[in-house]
């Protein structure tokens, strides 16, 4: 039965609630925003139809309380819940507080969110579709002896892996039998801090691994298409940070084989809107399943861009009834897309997270560019939430063209008065290895953090200050900041110094 959709909660902030509500607009969808004390000015706000009060700023006392969430979804008469990524988005009894209550939640259900999100169901799962799985166990292991044994089966290094969990809590990766048993406690105790759930089972380690994930879309009807591959290997702390289509590490007799395989699964696992699929690929190019995401990825845009399908406006369009409005045969291939995340965070201090007040912000934009951003010029940064600010996505006929528009995007953005990674962005766009594509999960700690002091020169807490001044009388600080680029660094503190009395 077809139901439509018009009006939609987006339980989110920042970029992806501000995403959801541009596609919305277009549908004609009006939007209702949740906010925390801390967001009362944010930009989402001020986008949506209407907007309502959560509670103080930690998640756990607002973005996080399904009741205080359903009950505005109810009072504002939303037909509809959009859970973006993160907070919310794969909690199974989010889920069934919002059916329970005749509301549609833009999403799959909760049984197979908690089939999917349990690592060690979806190993099984996998098995029994054909797709290839790490060798190890599809249990979890309790009993050291038997984790001894297993691990000398499949041979050392092997990984230690939270089932209830994910973002590389409750892992542990071990080389020799005498670590074992104080790495199976410490991944125990972390995943029951972060999960609630102890459960640890054992895989095979891939060394120098790259990670390829397909976008996948189903419909009620039984019909899964997939939308290609990314390739998101440049990671800090197991989390992305740089993603791009396609990947050039694959032929397309690979391709072909790897988004057979996320089909097959998504199929077998009887699955309902979009969702991601992820697996490692090794050196010799084999490839395995490593886990499915339930929800829309931070790194939708290039696959939006390669493909010209709006996820989002599909995500709608199935959870009102209806079935794909294409085919696998109509999905056509365009170009290379590339996105950079745009994080509060300094990486020379180990991507550590930042806070304050943006003081100026000024983006770059173009042919072929998009930016996803959730901040302006005013904007508070603070710590309650992940700091991401922004994405940028560049788009070109190949590689080349996408990574140096990339290049001229960040070079020309201006961001001042928190610490960001776009340094960091810049040094990976013109590293001869990325830039030829050899790079892997453990490029930032074999290259960036033993090469970042020689490479970034430009000091950004100085730029800020600077920004800081001119904008505090109203001026803008482009031309200013345009010719200190021509500067050495020892004449722009000078100029710096000059320009502050």
């Known amino acids: ?25 277009e549908l004609g969808i009006q939007t209702v925003a949740v906010y925390s004390e801390a967001d009362k000015t944010a930009p989402h706000v001020y986008l949506a139809d209407e907007a309502y009060l959560l509670g103080p700023p930690p998640a756990k006392e607002s973005y996080l309380i399904i009741e205080k969430i359903v009950e505005v979804a109810k009072n504002s008469q939303a037909d509809a819940i959009h859970p973006g990524y993160g907070f919310l988005s794969e909690n199974s009894d989010f889920v069934d507080a919002i059916t329970a209550n005749g509301i549609i939640f833009i999403g799959p259900n909760s049984e197979s ?19 290839p799985i790490a060798p190890g166990t599809t249990d979890s292991i309790t009993d050291i002896s038997e984790a001894k044994r297993i691990s000398s089966e ?9 089932a209830g969990g994910g973002g590389g809590k409750g892992m542990r990766i071990v080389r020799q039998e005498s670590d074992l048993e104080s790495s199976l406690k410490q991944a125990r105790s972390e995943a029951a801090s972060s999960f609630d759930d102890d ?13 390829i994930e397909v976008q996948i879309l189903a419909d009620s009807f039984g019909n899964v298409v997939h939308l290609g591959e990314r390739e998101c290997s440049i990671q800090r702390r197991h989390q992305k940070i740089i993603e791009e289509s396609p990947s050039i590490a694959i032929s397309q007799t690979l391709r072909n084989q790897i988004t057979d395989a996320a089909v097959s699964l998504m199929k077998q696992a009887k699955y309902v809107n979009a969702g991601t699929v992820e697996f490692l690929l090794d050196c010799n190019g084999n490839f395995y399943f490593m886990e499915v995401n339930t929800r829309l990825q931070v790194e939708h845009p ?16 199935i959870a009102e009834g209806n079935r794909l409005s294409f085919r696998q045969q109509d999905v056509s291939f365009h170009g290379h897309a590339i996105e950079c995340r745009i994080y509060a965070e300094d990486p020379q201090n180990d991507f550590f997270p930042s806070t304050g007040t943006i003081q100026w912000l000024k983006p770059s934009l173009g042919l072929g560019v998009r930016e996803d951003r959730g901040v302006e010029t005013g904007s508070e940064v603070l710590p309650y939430y992940d700091p991401l600010l922004s994405k940028i996505i560049t788009f070109g006929k ?38 030829n594509g050899e790079f892997d999960t453990h490029f930032i700690a074999n290259h960036f953090l033993k090469e970042r002091d020689l490479t970034i020169p430009d000091n950004i807490l100085e730029q800020a200050a600077l920004a800081s001044l001119l904008h505090s009388k109203h001026k803008t600080p482009n031309s200013v900041l345009r010719q200190e680029r021509q500067f ?12 502050l009395h």
Request: overall charge positive; charged content about 30%; some cysteine.
């Open 398 to 435: 190949d590689r080349n063209e996408a990574l140096n528009r990339m290049k001229r995007v960040l070079d020309d953005y201006e961001l001042f008065g928190v610490e960001t990674n776009i340094p960091f962005c810049q040094w990976l766009m013109n590293h001869p290895k990325f830039q």
């Open 1 to 25: 039965m077809i139901q439509r959709i018009k009006k939609i909660l987006i339980a989110n902030r920042g970029e992806i609630a501000i995403r959801v509500m541009r596609t919305c607009k």
């Open 199 to 211: 459960r640890i089972f054992i895989e095979k380690y891939i060394e120098n691994p790259r990670h």
């Open 113 to 131: 969110m908690n089939l999917l999100g349990d690592k060690t169901l979806a190993r099984k799962l996998a098995l029994s579709a054909g797709v």
């Open 488 to 499: 050495t660094s020892s004449s722009w503190k000078l100029q710096r110094k000059e320009s």
């Open 154 to 162: 499949i041979t050392y290094p092997v990984l230690l892996k939270a």
């Open 302 to 317: 290039v696959t939006e861009l390669r493909t010209g399908i709006d996820l989002v406006a599909e995500q709608i369009r």
